[in-house]
């Protein structure tokens, strides 16, 4: 099964209160860290998810472009993006996430990287 943009449906295994889970990565909306503690927001009806891991473990294991840490404490799925407004990344479900300042150049160029290889991908099918 494909997902847009060519990135394949692949699941991620991850560890909560209750047990391992396994979530889909195109649901993922945006991810927020705290300590040794992340908070997966998704983009379906699904509730927030506490996962048992640090941010960087989300940032080694989901595919650039379409995944960016854009924040000490945030890492943002482009799938879901609208626009962007000053230093804040909004969705389409009008989650507003902030870009640090150190980081806003690249998360920028991330983004353009990730809707032009959307375009090129809908172009050429």
């Not at 699904?46 to 472009?65: N, S």
Request: aromatic fraction near 12%; include cysteine.
């Amino acid at each position: 099964m494909e997902a847009s943009n060519n990135f394949p449906l692949t699941l991620l295994e991850v560890k909560t209160a209750r047990g391992k889970k396994f979530i889909l990565i195109e649901d993922i909306s945006y991810i927020k860290g705290s300590s040794k503690h992340c908070y997966v927001f998704f983009a379906n009806a699904e509730p927030m998810l506490e996962v048992h891991c640090m941010l960087k473990w989300f940032t080694e294991h989901l595919p650039e472009p379409q995944f960016c840490r854009c924040h000490d404490s945030f890492i943002v799925n482009f799938r879901y993006y609208d626009c962007v407004n000053g230093s804040n990344i909004i969705l389409k479900d009008n989650s507003y996430i902030p870009v640090a300042p150190l980081r806003k150049s690249s998360t920028i160029e991330k983004l353009k990287v990730y809707l032009m290889q959307g375009r090129n991908n809908s172009l050429t099918a």
